[in-house]
């Protein structure tokens, strides 16, 4: 079976310096797949070539037998590729329910947008109470289920998560990864890039380590968890 | 009751207006309300490019000259054309748009002070080349236009009805209600529509409205593009209107005026805007009369009536914005925009329970599974 994401041998500058040194990465259909590293190893900047935020220098990347390069950032929903960006970015003075129907915005199927809502409302029940408040009042935890749901409303093949843990208390983190885990396994492919490295090989299959711009270890999330090079970097023993 | 009759009430009180203020305080005010709804026009313009889209236009004034000399120019003995309304009209308007969409066009990456500082710019480029191209008659401007006719009735001259003589300004009053209505009923249908939900979008935060699918270059030059439309089309009836446009009528100067006129009433929302557009017009006039207050109080003029009427009305501006910093008259949305400070206003949710308890204060980013650190 082909990879759903192919990315191979990807260059990415950032400001001047080469923050992403070639590197190798798969995503299959279906698969929770992990990309961990600690700050400034070249994460959020793989990221952002992946969702066409920054252009890469070199290498490739194809998404359903598709190249990515240059392609537009609004066109990757279309494309089936969501991202949750980083620091949540939901639109703050729009309604819960006005935000996540902007996630729709492509869509034309008016009626299965509605069955989606309702869906979304059924996975996440805070948002179903707060449908008309609007998302700015929502707390951090809540505004990043919001972002994810809203992600989802697109109808994706794929969801790229940047940092979903960022900013959250640790009781929330822990909701948040069941909630990633929940999504993955109702059968959407996840690309989860996380700084938080035990919550992330908890939850994933598969995990990529990333260290200086390059991948450095990449192995079964399991396997990582047992790795002593892994958890002596990332896990703090 | 009260509200089957009020549409109503509305209508006749809106026909009765002209009548009323001529008895009432004389002919030159309707003349004054005529240019009150020429500016109603154009700050509904500017309130699709400010309000909805969120993109500071301080050069707004150019398509308004865009369309005004375009109506000159074709309908005037200056080159010699008369071109009939149903012609112009459209022509103003388009070209207009496309003068907008050139103006969006290189500043789609910029935001805010940088957005404001180019739009200015192309203000003044317009007004200058204007002022010193010989095919628009330089800063002697086009006179002896052709008033504004549909048919074979003309605007400015006087008709007789059912008795009574209507001099010009009222014709062209109800003309200018007509279409600020027309204008009023088109903004409010955008801002329900797709595209307005998307310039809400871009407004909110850009970059997550790209990933929701949204083109926001194309979407941003059709606010510039919109806005310029009405600009145009305000300008062409303004052309026909005055009979005579000089460069002088499209100075930075009006341009503020504009925006402050949205900022004031209440920027995004309709009403608020109109009454905004609607006072800032008719306010400078009222203060008028000061200056006979001061001769016969002091027996003589210590400041000069033009410059004391806009200090009074700078006042006047400034305090609006200190009391109400969302406008006279906001939209709900934009109200809760300007008195939300990072989230001190979290109402409690339904259920009584305080949201908000599971974020760590300033988004430091370090949880407590998480061991980085390590290069």
Known sequence: MSALLEVKGLQVHYGGIQAVKGIDLDVHEGELVTLIGANGAGKTSTLNALSGLLKPAAGSITFAGQPLAGMPVHQLITAGLALVPEGRGVFPRLTVAENLAMGAYVRADQAEVRKDLDRMFGLFERLHERRDQKAGTLSGGEQQMLAIGRALMGRPRMLLLDEPSMGLAPLMVQKIIAVIRQVAAEGMTVLLVEQNARLALQAAQRAYVMEGGRISFSDTAHACLNDPRVRAAYLGE | ?375
């Open chain 2, 1 to 375: 009751m009260k509200s089957r009759y009020l549409p109503l009430l509305l209508v006749v009180g809106i026909a009765a207006l002209p009548f009323v203020t001529d008895i009432a305080l004389g002919r030159s005010w309707v003349r004054l309300l005529d240019f009150a709804l020429l500016y109603a026009m154009l700050a509904l313009g500017l309130n699709i490019v400010v309000g909805y889209a969120g993109l500071l236009d301080l050069g707004y004034v150019a398509f308004y000259a865009v369309g005004a000399y375009s109506y000159a120019m074709l309908a005037s003995p200056h080159i010699g054309i008369h071109l009939p309304l149903y012609v112009l009209l459209p022509t103003g308007a388009l070209l207009a748009a496309a003068f907008g969409a050139l103006l969006g066009a290189p500043t789609l990456g910029l935001r805010g002070d940088y957005l404001a500082i180019v739009t200015m710019g192309f203000g003044e480029i317009i007004r200058i080349f204007l002022r010193n191209l010989s095919i628009t008659n330089g800063p002697a401007g086009i006179d002896l236009i052709d008033p504004i006719a549909i048919g074979g009735f003309s605007f400015s001259a006087s008709h007789t009805l059912f008795g009574f003589t209507l001099p010009g300004i009222y014709n062209y009053y109800f003309l200018f209600v007509g279409l600020t209505t027309l204008i009023l009923l088109m903004s409010k249908r955008l801002e329900g529509s797709r595209i307005g939900r998307a310039w809400a979008a871009i407004r909110e935060d850009e970059i997550a409205a790209k990933a929701m699918g949204l083109n926001t270059k194309n979407l941003k030059l059709l606010a510039f593009a919109m806005g310029a439309t009405f600009g145009g089309i305000s300008g062409v009836l303004f052309a026909g209107f005055q009979g005579f446009v000089s460069p002088e009528s499209f100075t930075m100067n009006e341009s503020v005026m504009i925006l402050c006129m949205v900022v004031l009433g209440g920027m995004g929302h309709l009403r608020g805007v109109l009454l905004g557009a609607l006072l800032l017009a008719i306010l400078p006039e009222a203060f008028r009369p000061l200056a006979q207050l001061q001769q016969s109080a002091f027996d003589q003029v210590y400041l000069d009536p033009a410059n004391l009427r806009m200090l009074l009305f700078a006042v006047a501006l400034i305090a609006v914005m200190i009391l109400r910093p969302e406008g006279l008259w906001p939209s709900p949305v934009r109200k809760r925009e300007l008195h939300d400070k990072e989230g001190d206003d979290r109402p409690l949710p339904p259920s009584g329970q305080p949201t908000g308890s599971d974020s760590v204060p300033g988004h430091t980013g370090v949880s407590a599974a998480d061991a980085g650190g390590v290069a």
